[in-house]
C-alpha cells in the first residue's frame, strides 16, 4: 500500500508540474489540491494506470472525468476562497467537487443520474469528504434552498447559461460553464455584480451535454 501510495503521489506531482504548472496555472490553493487528490480512486479500476493522463476519461454511462488541466483551469478561474459556498453541477466521477473541496468551506453537487450519485456519494464518505452535500436531481434547476452561491460551476456543456443558476449566484458571485453547441463550446466566466452579468470567454473546450429543463431536452 504504501508503495503505491509513492507511486500515485509522483504521478501527482509529475501531472501537476507537466500539464498544469507548465499551462499557465499558479493559484497555490489550486496546485496544492491537485496534488493532493487522488484521482486514479476516481476512474475505474480498469483505467487506473491511465488516471493521470493529459485527456478525459469514461465514468460510465456516456460521462467523463475530464482532463486533469481543465479542471485547474475551471476552479482557478472561479477564484474561490477558504469561506466559499460553491455550486457543482454535474458531480459525475467525483473528482471536481474534491478539488472543490480542499480548498472551499462547502460544496453542494447536483448530479441527475442515479447510478453515479450513489458510487460517487460512496466515495467521498470513504474518502471523508464531510465538506460535499450531494443531492439527485435536474442540475439545470439548481439548489434553490441552499442559494445564493459564491461560485458555481457547471461540468458539461450547455446551449445557453441556465437562468435559474445566474439567480442562485450571490453578488460579487462567480460562475465558470462551458456553453455552445453539441460538439464544441466556449468556457464562459461570469461575474455578477449590482449593475448586472458580465461575461468572458477562457477559449474553446468540449463537454458532453448538459441534460436538463433549462439545457439540452
Not at 62 to 72: C, E, L, R
Not at 76 to 84: A, K, M, P
Not at 111 to 134: A, G, P, W
Request: glycine share 8%; with cysteine.
Amino acid at each position: 500500500m504504501e508503495k503505491d501510495d509513492a507511486k500515485y503521489t509522483r504521478q501527482r506531482e509529475e501531472m501537476v508540474r507537466r500539464q498544469i504548472e507548465a499551462r499557465g496555472i499558479n493559484d497555490p490553493k489550486v496546485l496544492a489540491a491537485m496534488r493532493k487528490v487522488p484521482r486514479h480512486l476516481f476512474v475505474s479500476e480498469a483505467l487506473i494506470d491511465q488516471a493521470y493522463g493529459d485527456f478525459p476519461l469514461p465514468i460510465g454511462e456516456q460521462q467523463t472525468i475530464s482532463q486533469p488541466y481543465i479542471v485547474a483551469e475551471m476552479t482557478q478561474s472561479l477564484q474561490v476562497n477558504e469561506d466559499d459556498r460553491v455550486l457543482e453541477i454535474g458531480t459525475g466521477s467525483g473528482y471536481q467537487a474534491a478539488i472543490l473541496a480542499e480548498i472551499v468551506f462547502r460544496v453542494y453537487t447536483v448530479e441527475r443520474i442515479n447510478s453515479l450519485f450513489i458510487k460517487t456519494r460512496k466515495l467521498f464518505d470513504r474518502l471523508r469528504y464531510h465538506n460535499i452535500v450531494t443531492k439527485y436531481s435536474d442540475g439545470t434547476c439548481g439548489w434553490k434552498d441552499e442559494s445564493p452561491f459564491d461560485a458555481i460551476i457547471v461540468t458539461a456543456g450547455a446551449p445557453e447559461i441556465p437562468t435559474p443558476l445566474v439567480a442562485q449566484l450571490a453578488v460579487g458571485g462567480r460562475m465558470v460553464i462551458p456553453v455552445g453547441n453539441q460538439y464544441t463550446q466556449d468556457l464562459i466566466k461570469l461575474y455578477k455584480d449590482e449593475q448586472g452579468i458580465h461575461t468572458t470567454s477562457l477559449g474553446g473546450c468540449r463537454f458532453v451535454k448538459l441534460m436538463g429543463e433549462h439545457g439540452w431536452k
